[in-house]
């Protein structure tokens, strides 16, 4: 499976690392542009306001250069790790009646995979995982930068304290990570797609902004069967090939604007059938690029 699409230059990377070095590659109009970009598409999709982002960005600057940022960044990563931890699993029921187990084992390894993948390390001061999330944090925030990105994650995950001197900014952080949790599915999902466009993502940094959206984002959780699963599962990456075979410029966006269409299944328990809730949509898009991933590199 070819990932390059030599008519417009973009590439879609497997590795991360390739990511991180066009970022610290990009000038200082190229992430101005993307900034406002960003802001742009935020208040679009949730209807937060323009004016406290930026004042948001601009105390969560002065946090960094008075160097006061790394505690709360630590904060931050120490409560993701938790949340992540205890994200909810889609539920497929019993397991012990699935045969082979195929689709048990598929999303054991996706997980392992993107964990394995994003722990390598790209240097001394920056891991893949830490990179993911920078991303993710930059999407919720609509801002590039990576302290401002890591200490948004920092405030809006730590616990607040009586008298906290950043008990506001806490109070914003969350105020901006409410709002994407307000914002309908289709207008989720199609931000997300054009911040996947935007970027250029790899498929593994994508992974793993899917995690974080699994984690972040619960919602109402359907019990599915394994088949509904499995079909799910290569709707999405039944996409993403179609993308590749035409003249989209990041086959992966494709599958956010899926997404945004809606994934419906019936709950094998009420019978009920309904659109996927956003944490249940994110896992099987996990596995689906698993698998776009696991294709590529045996190629």
């Given at each position: ?28 109009h190229d992430i101005a542009r993307e900034q406002c970009e960003?802001?742009r598409r935020v208040t679009l999709a949730t209807g937060a ?251």
């Amino acid at each position: 499976m070819q990932t390059f699409i030599p008519r417009n230059g973009l590439e879609e990377h497997v590795s991360t690392a390739v990511d991180h070095g066009e970022d610290r590659r990009k000038n200082v109009h190229d992430i101005a542009r993307e900034q406002c970009e960003s802001m742009r598409r935020v208040t679009l999709a949730t209807g937060a306001s323009a004016n406290e982002l930026c004042q948001l960005m601009q105390r969560l600057l002065d946090i960094d250069r008075s160097g006061t940022s790394a505690g709360i960044v630590a904060q931050g990563h120490i409560a993701a790790d938790r949340m992540q931890s205890g994200m909810p699993r889609l539920d497929l029921g019993d397991v012990s009646g699935l045969g082979d187990g195929r689709t048990a084992d598929q999303r054991s390894d996706a997980v392992q995979s993107i964990d394995f993948w994003l722990l390598e390390p790209l240097d001394p001061a920056h891991d893949k995982k830490w990179y993911a999330r920078w991303k993710f944090w930059s999407f919720i925030l609509g801002a590039c930068g990576p302290d401002v990105a890591l200490t948004l994650q920092g405030l809006a995950l730590r616990p607040s304290e009586p008298g906290d001197t950043h008990a506001d900014l806490v109070a914003k952080a969350r105020k901006v990570l409410e709002s994407w949790r307000r914002t309908s599915e289709p207008l989720f999902w199609a931000a997300v797609e054009c911040y996947v466009r935007q970027q250029s993502f790899s498929l593994e940094t994508q992974a793993y902004l899917m995690h974080c959206i699994a984690a972040m984002f619960p919602g109402d959780g359907m019990k599915l069967s394994s088949a509904q699963n499995e079909q799910l599962t290569a709707v999405l990456a039944d996409t993403y090939c179609d993308a590749l075979g035409s003249s989209a410029t990041m086959p992966s966006a494709d599958i956010y604007r899926r997404l945004s269409q809606g994934l419906q299944a019936t709950d094998r328990e009420t019978g009920l059938t309904r659109h996927l809730g956003r944490s249940d949509a994110a896992q099987i898009a996990i596995t689906a690029l698993f698998a776009v991933i696991e294709n590529t590199r045996s190629r």
